[in-house]
């Protein structure tokens, strides 16, 4: 018998195959075709991937860097090798009487500034509301603070409170009133502070309210005048009531920024005199950059940043709040 024949030939079943190559192009079209109908039906998530990309990056990672750095003794002078040491930072702050004060400061000038901006917004907002001659060119007067740079605000204020040549104590001479040292004493440098944080962002207050009492219905104030509500009572009734959203988020967006300003203050004062107007981020920016300790700048950011956060939340909880009126 012939050695061919004694070969067992496994049957054409259990033989695997070659894959045609219509069989791959059919697959990866499969393939590439459930990858395009996953991408239309999330179409705005794939759109939205660039940006939230762009956004950790530019976001998360300074943030964690300074979280980090909290957590370090690092100083820019004497100890560039930054090496870890915990809590140290976050409990050794509580002990820094000047962070205290500043602490103070800024919530000082934040309430002060900020309810200031409220009541004359709110003021300002129910005049324009009103129809008169020249309504629109005196609200056009008005907001033009609003536009102007805080640096060259500070500027021109700067020569308002200037002790021989001001426009302010020229103004209390002819009044019989002595000249006040304006941001050379302190007791007198935060309210001039506040006095310029008022003027400059109530009419950004008085945008946000002025819209909202337009956008208001007219059907519950004619009721009220049906049965003779004041106008007194209209406002705390209905007016106010009904402002509740616009109004909590004008607080919103005006405790943020009164809380973290900045260049106003450090072009006025630069945080003095005798520290008495140096707020927290003042207070952080020369620990950083003046003193060179950022391991307890970044500490002292970050309990800053918490602040902030506490506010916003206490705010949100307001504005869910509900209202009668």
Do not use: C
């Amino acid at each position: 018998m012939s050695p061919l024949s004694e070969e067992v030939i496994e049957p054409m079943s259990n033989q695997a195959l070659p894959q045609s190559p219509a069989a791959a192009v059919t697959v990866n079209g499969g393939r590439a075709g459930a990858l395009s109908d996953w991408i239309d039906r999330n179409l705005p998530i794939v759109f939205n991937i660039p940006t939230v990309v762009f956004l950790a990056g530019l976001i998360a990672f300074p943030v964690g860097l300074v979280i980090v750095t909290s957590f370090s003794n690092w100083q820019l002078i004497t100890n560039q090798e930054a090496t870890a040491v915990g809590l140290e930072n976050y409990i050794k702050v509580w002990t820094d009487e000047r962070w205290l004060s500043a602490i103070w400061h800024t919530f000082y000038y934040a309430l002060a500034t900020v309810v200031g901006q409220l009541v004359l917004g709110m003021a300002t907002a129910l005049l324009f509301n009103r129809s008169f001659a020249g309504k629109a060119f005196y609200r056009s007067i008005w907001m033009m603070p609003m536009i102007a740079m805080s640096t060259a605000i500070s500027l021109v204020w700067i020569l308002f409170f200037d002790n021989a040549y001001g426009v302010l104590n020229y103004s209390l001479e002819h009044l019989g009133l002595g000249p006040i040292e304006w941001t050379s004493s302190p007791e007198w440098a935060m309210p001039s502070l506040i006095l310029v944080g008022i003027w400059h962002h109530t009419p950004f207050m008085t945008l946000i309210l002025l819209a909202g009492l337009q956008s208001l219905p007219i059907d519950p104030f004619e009721a009220a005048r049906i049965d003779g509500a004041s106008r007194w009572q209209i406002l705390m009734h209905i007016t106010l009531p009904l402002m509740q959203g616009h109004i909590i988020v004008a607080l919103i967006l005006r405790s943020i920024f009164a809380v973290k300003e900045f260049d106003t203050i450090l072009a006025i004062t630069e945080g003095g005199p005798r520290y008495a107007t140096e707020t927290m981020n003042m207070n952080i920016y020369f620990n950083a950059f003046e003193y060179g300790y950022m391991g307890e700048a970044a500490a002292k950011g970050v309990i800053f940043f918490g602040f902030i956060l506490l506010i916003q939340v206490i705010l949100v909880k307001l504005r869910r709040r509900q209202w009668s009126y």
